[in-house]
């Protein structure tokens, strides 16, 4: 029975209360543990077609008289278009049509930085039409850009006013401390670098637009758009089959996806805009860079009793201040805090979400700045972060959904026992050692999201729901949450996403919510069709149907279908549901060279229940990885004197190799959350992302002595924390 | 643009060269290289490995895993660029690469385009040089070169014989250029005579696919040991005299200190 609740619905952190419809979850749980299907390893359900090339991607999408469009960008970080003339652009060869400032949402002429789009043309070819932009006659006037984020904090130039999170007396604290650590840590600008770029294809069919998109959320482009081009939203149809990555960067529709569909309007063909590579690096987003002023205090057995900070978010021209201070918020019990979080506005390329946005930058800086903690008190890191556990909501007694941190910490022990053998591998000039880090983070996803489920005589089932698949794996985990609800085969559940006439709404995949926001959905339609499977066979074998196979039940259905529906239900009132999890790194630092090697991580993760321990892992791995590219080597770089991109190239911004990736470990709590939704799952996107700066960072100072303050930790910034170590123990040696 | 298969190298006639393309192509389309036709020399330039000749042609793949090739160039071979680069990418062409200055390559009006001033020197530098980076502070990326200008090798072209080191010049106000190669000229051959004992070692950003920060080739003969540096200098650096002879900038001062580990290591490694 469908009812409008109120619920609050927190997206990455953000928080607000909303109306919204539900079905009721009155189903229970499923014991803690693997089940028939879920709890088992399961390979993708769409590996092979992603293999053999036959997944249809946006970069797929090809249309019979399909125009290609290319974007006129700002090639300086702030200026204004004085003229411009794209007559000489349209007579050129192939080109069917071109927009300029005004005629899309996002073309405009005062450019904040580089990469801002100003106009657009499209022509028969990918070529033509880039050929076609370099005749567009456009006369700029360049301004002085503001680059430095300090300087922007010091003028007021700021994305929104400052955030402050005050809880008990945080100078009274710094005053009962023993000890005390002042650290300062700067984390750098990184891209997403999706393997897909950011496209759509749009095209006109009657009155509909069909926007075919690499999204993060199918019904937020539908909602979007059709604000925008002040259409009724059910003449968007928003379609994304397959995704080629997106890591946050794809939650909007963009100027692109609006180029496509102005220029497919007049011209009335099918119009693709896809960013090159370059344009990736420029124009789609990124990690803010972040400066982190901490102040921890702690009593001598480590008892935290002060935390304080002030962040610096280089936010860019646009953008939200995202959560650089959640960390020292939300992951220990400490009675006294404050902090102030700016948000600079910069003429740079705005900030988009990120795998975790804020609580990467964040984490590094905090749990660097508790193992300085530790090595200060000469306590065990790990202790430390025991002792100040925080058993209900930092600063309150709100108590969380479900917690299994300690059991995390327990878990990781036989990883962090290993520093000792690993240091003792250490050589004269490759020093080894162990660091660690936690992790907090949201993941508990939430309401709405609706799933149907179609189910024939065949006993095969297919689910529909207007999700869509960033590459994470939540078709995989919906199918075989259905085939356990249904009791058949995950091999004949078949699933359909990313189809706004399609399927019901589902959520924006962000906030590692759309497995936790979608399956539990996905099982209530499977329990429904189930219920319903059930009250027809008693019609055909009264008493007897419970002896009779769903396959035998099925058979009297002949050439109907059941349709089951499902939707999400809310999350639990008055609780706090995070995820939370600890990584345990090993390196190897040439102390001569500052080559840092990062040799194995071991990544422990408590996500409520897994659903598909392969995809999961799969994440894990994923995370880490990004992860170690943030730590060692990704830096996107900039002319400091006029803002603009230099690394926009792959061999300039530098991923990490398969040979840069270390050993990895994976161990999963899995214990259901017992209050979240009928499964107890929560997502696991983002958590594995988030420890692994700090858990290296740590780890180099096991092995050496060397603080480092700043990502990515290159040659230089190594060799600068190994020589001011060196210059710290010559002081200390003196002093004795 | 159009793409001629010739007969002989005579009949270049203005076309520009190109084998393996991973430079030339990438160059083209950024705009940095301009030709209205090119000629595809692959057929032209021998590419076999024969004692110490190495044919021009020969791809990076080839020479890392032939036991013919002194260790410092298949070392320099192995660790350049990815596979795939390196399954197509010629060590002619190799040696002919440009710089990676970023500012280079996003063709600022820099010295090196012909402008008047180094925008590294006062922008963004950690890639740059630490050697004769005055004028210019752009870095040359071939390990390739450093291996080959240690080795003490020499090249014949279409139209003399060189050591390896007189194909570079620095870059200078009245000829920007960095390369001997006139136009039309193409490299067809190269000689690397043989050593006691070589080596290539390579600090890079990550383990694999980077050009390098710092490469140091060293190769032996008696008790001569000659080192040769990538990265460094707007050529490949044969070290003349102490890295402490080097003129690091602000943002390259660790270069200089990883130089003087790894040619300690080189060294080492050779003795």
Redesign the interface.
């Known amino acids: 029975m469908a009812r409008l609740i109120r619920t609050e619905k927190e997206v990455e952190g953000r928080n607000e209360e909303v109306w919204i419809v539900v079905d009721e979850d009155a189903l229970e749980q499923w014991p803690a543990g693997p089940r028939d299907v879920v709890g088992r390893p399961q390979a993708r359900n769409d590996g092979h077609a992603r293999a053999r090339g036959e997944a249809r991607y946006t970069a797929d999408v090809h249309f019979p008289g399909m125009l290609h469009a290319a974007v006129l960008r700002s090639p300086h970080a702030r200026a204004r278009v004085k003229r411009l003339d794209l007559a000489p652009a349209l007579a050129a060869p192939g080109v069917r049509g071109t927009i300029g400032p005004g005629d899309a949402p996002e073309l405009g002429t005062e450019c904040e930085y580089e990469g801002a789009p100003v106009a657009a043309v499209c022509a028969d070819s990918l070529g033509e039409a880039r050929a076609a932009l370099a005749l567009v006659d456009v006369e700029w006037e360049v301004l002085e850009p503001l680059l430095d984020p300090d300087e922007a904090v010091a003028r007021g130039s700021l994305i929104a006013p400052p955030r402050t999170h005050e809880r008990g007396d945080f100078e009274r604290g710094l005053a009962e401390a023993d000890a005390v650590v002042e650290a300062t840590f700067r984390t750098q600008t990184v891209l997403h670098n999706s393997m897909e770029t950011h496209q759509s294809v749009c095209r006109w069919e009657g009155d509909v637009l069909e926007v075919y998109t690499s999204t993060q959320y199918v019904w937020g482009v539908r909602q979007e758009v059709a604000d925008a081009l002040d259409l009724p939203p059910d003449k968007v149809r928003v379609v994304c089959d397959y995704m080629g990555g997106g890591f946050g960067s794809k939650n909007s529709p963009g100027e692109y996806t609006f180029v496509a569909a102005e220029l497919a309007r007049r011209t009335g063909r099918p119009v693709r805009c896809a960013l090159t590579r370059r344009e990736e690096h420029v124009a789609a987003g990124s990690r803010n860079a972040t400066t982190q002023r901490y102040t921890i205090g702690a009593r001598s057995d480590g008892t935290l009793t002060a935390l304080g900070g002030e962040f610096v978010n280089a936010v860019g021209a646009d953008g939200w201040v995202a959560m650089t201070e959640g960390p020292m918020v939300m992951l220990y019990d400490c009675p006294n805090l404050r902090s102030t979080t700016y948000g600079a506005k910069l003429n740079l390329p705005p900030t988009k979400a990120f795998r975790a946005p804020g609580f990467v930058e964040g984490t590094f800086g905090l749990e660097c700045a508790l193992d300085e903690l530790a090595a200060k008190l000469d306590l065990d890191p790990l202790e430390l972060r025991r002792r100040n556990h925080a058993h209900s909501e930092p600063g309150g007694d709100r108590p969380y959904s479900s917690k299994n941190l300690v059991e995390c910490y327990r878990r990781a022990e036989p990883h962090w026992e290993r520093r000792h053998e690993v240091r003792a591998r250490s050589t004269a000039t490759v020093k080894r050692g162990v660091g660690m880090a936690s992790q907090v983070w949201y993941g508990g996803g939430g309401p709405p999201s609706y799933a149907w489920i179609r189910v024939g005589s065949d006993a095969r089932a297919t689910v529909v729901t207007a999700m869509q698949d960033v590459g994470t794996g939540t078709k995989t985990a919906v199918a075989m949450v259905a085939a356990e609800e249904l009791g058949i085969p995950v091999e004949h559940v078949t699933v359909a996403v990313g189809d706004s006439l399609r399927g019901p709404y589902a959520t924006l995949s962000a906030g590692s919510s759309t497995t936790p926001s979608v399956a539990p959905a996905v099982r209530a339609a499977a329990a429904d069709a189930k219920r319903q499977i059930q009250e027809m066979a008693e019609q055909r074998y009264g008493a007897n149907a419970g002896k009779h196979s769903l396959r035998e039940l099925l058979g009297v259905l002949g050439n109907a279908q059941i349709l089951g529906t499902g939707s999400r239900g809310p999350n639990p009132t008055g609780m706090t549901v995070l995820t939370f999890g600890v990584q345990v790194a090993e390196v190897a630092v040439d102390v001569e060279t500052g080559e840092v090697t990062v040799e194995r991580i071991a990544a422990v993760h408590d996500v409520g229940r897994v659903i598909n321990p392969l995809g999961a892992s799969s994440q894990v791995e994923g995370g880490i990885i990004q992860g170690v590219g943030h730590t060692l080597s990704e830096a996107r770089l900039v002319d400091p004197a006029s803002g603009d991109i230099l690394t926009t190239t792959l061999d300039a911004y530098k991923m990490p190799t398969i040979a840069d990736v270390p050993e990895i470990v994976t161990e999963l709590i899995d214990i259901p959350d017992t209050q979240l939704t009928n499964l107890g799952s929560k997502g696991i996107g983002e958590p594995p992302i988030i420890p692994v700066a700090a858990a290296i960072a740590n780890a180099i100072r096991d092995a050496t002595g060397a603080d480092v303050r700043a990502l990515p930790i290159t040659r230089e910034e190594m060799l600068r924390a190994l020589a001011e170590a060196k210059e710290r123990s010559r002081e200390a040696a003196a002093a004795v | 643009m159009k793409l001629l298969q010739l007969s002989s190298l005579r009949d270049l006639d203005g076309a520009l060269p190109i084998a393996g393309g991973t430079e030339v192509v990438p160059l083209l389309r950024q705009g940095l290289l301009e030709a209205d036709t090119l000629a595809d020399i692959t057929a032209l330039v021998p590419r076999g490995i024969e004692g110490s000749r190495i044919g021009a042609g020969a791809t990076l793949a080839e020479l890392e895993v032939d036991p013919q090739v002194p260790a410092a160039l298949r070392e320099a071979c192995r660790l350049a660029a990815?596979p795939q680069l390196r399954n197509m990418g010629t060590i002619g062409g190799n040696l002919l690469q440009a710089t990676?200055c970023?500012?280079w390559?996003?063709a600022y009006p820099c010295r090196l385009h012909g402008g008047d001033r180094c925008?590294a020197r006062?922008?963004?530098h950690?890639e740059h040089a630490i050697f004769a980076n005055d004028f210019c502070a752009s870095a040359h990326p071939s390990d390739i070169a450093a291996a080959l200008v240690a080795l003490g090798a020499t090249l014949s072209t279409t139209r003399r014989e060189l050591p390896v080191r007189e194909l570079y010049r620095l870059p200078s106000p009245d000829d920007r250029r960095t390369t001997t190669l006139e136009r039309g000229e193409v490299i067809l051959e190269l000689d690397v005579p043989p050593v006691d004992a070589s080596v290539y070692l390579k600090?890079m950003?990550?383990?694999?696919?980077?050009?390098p920060?710092v490469g140091v080739a060293a190769a032996r003969r008696g008790v001569e040991t000659t080192f040769a540096l990538a990265g460094v200098a707007p050529v490949p650096w044969l070290l003349a005299g102490s890295l402490d002879d080097a003129t690091p900038l602000a943002?390259t001062?660790?270069k200089a200190?990883?130089a003087k580990?790894?040619v300690e290591r080189a060294r080492a490694a050779v003795a």
């Open positions: 990815s990676r970023w500012y390559r996003l925008h006062d922008g963004e950690r600090a950003d990550r383990r694999r696919w980077a050009f920060i943002g001062a660790y200190q990883i580990a790894l």
